[in-house]
């Protein structure tokens, strides 16, 4: 490993369990030297975070909700107390109704609209927010998407839609915070075997339909994630900013399936 993250230090926010995205990035962090903060929320995603921290050395955790206000405060003010400033913060945090992932889009709640827009969405506005308090010298604030935010994916359905406003919620903060030197970016990796991906109707389907298409026949795997994140915390990400970076195998260039699974 080169140390490209070595004097670094970082919030990672999102880990459910070894195969979520946030945990591929978290390794290649600490792999590259980066001194991390993990946030859980409540005790059940807490003893499934903390043995995974555990073999990274020592590292902070704090149970966080991201719609807590409190919560948040007593985050933020706990990194700074501890740690004086962040280099960079990943949100790796959505949600929605799993009952409301198997239907018809036009069938959206508006309970659920609204609770998956404010958390897959605004959340990262105030993360972001908060997080500037702490990058005097500039940063990176990273966060995760998806195609079915500009393709209609079976199933997604609101889902896509907030994460098609995260993304427009990148752009807009990268103009805001880049003269402060901090960078903002998201990554959008294909279908994953995640705890977030199963609660999508069909994601077998879905897993197996772009692996068999992408051009390198294969899905992103959480390494490749990973070190497309430490590239964008870096200083090699230096001048990259309001970018959603496809980690996808090249499924996103396809304008059908290969001719062998039309």
């Known amino acids: 490993m080169a140390d490209l993250m070595r004097g670094k230090r970082g919030l990672i926010m999102g880990v459910a369990n070894e195969r979520s995205i946030a945990w591929g990035i978290a390794k290649a962090m600490a792999a590259e030297g980066a001194e991390l ?16 921290v555990e073999t990274l050395g ?16 007593a985050t933020f003010a706990e990194l700074g107390d501890k740690w004086g400033s962040l280099d960079f913060v990943v949100h790796a945090i959505a949600y929605s109704d799993r009952s409301e992932l198997t239907g018809r889009f036009i069938d959206t709640s508006l ?25 005097p010298n500039g940063g990176t604030v990273l966060t995760m998407t ?9 199933y997604y359905n609101v889902m896509g839609v907030a994460k098609a406003a995260l993304e427009s919620t990148v752009l ?5 915070l880049g003269p402060e030197g901090i960078r903002v970016n998201a990554i959008s990796p294909g279908p994953m075997k995640t705890l977030a991906g199963a609660a999508i109707g069909g994601a077998r389907k879905t897993f ?20 497309t ?21 090249g499924f996103h260039v396809l304008g059908m399936p290969q001719t062998d699974n039309l």
């Open 37 to 52: 903060a993990f946030t859980y929320q409540g005790e059940a995603f807490g003893k499934r975070v903390k043995p995974l």
């Open 58 to 73: 020592e590292n902070i955790l704090i149970d966080c909700d991201v719609m807590n206000e409190a919560k948040m405060d």
């Open 111 to 135: 309970m659920n609209f609204t609770n998956s827009m404010a958390i897959s969405c605004y959340s990262l506005i105030d993360v972001a927010r908060r997080s500037r308090a702490l990058m």
């Open 146 to 154: 998806y195609q079915g935010s500009h393709r209609v994916t079976p």
């Open 172 to 176: 807009y903060l990268a103009n805001d």
């Open 208 to 227: 197996k339909h772009t692996e068999i298409n992408a051009p390198l026949r294969r899905n992103a795997a959480l390494e490749s994630v990973g070190g």
């Open 229 to 249: 994140a430490v590239y964008l915390a870096s200083d090699y990400g230096a001048d990259t900013t309001g970018e959603i970076i496809k980690v996808d195998g």
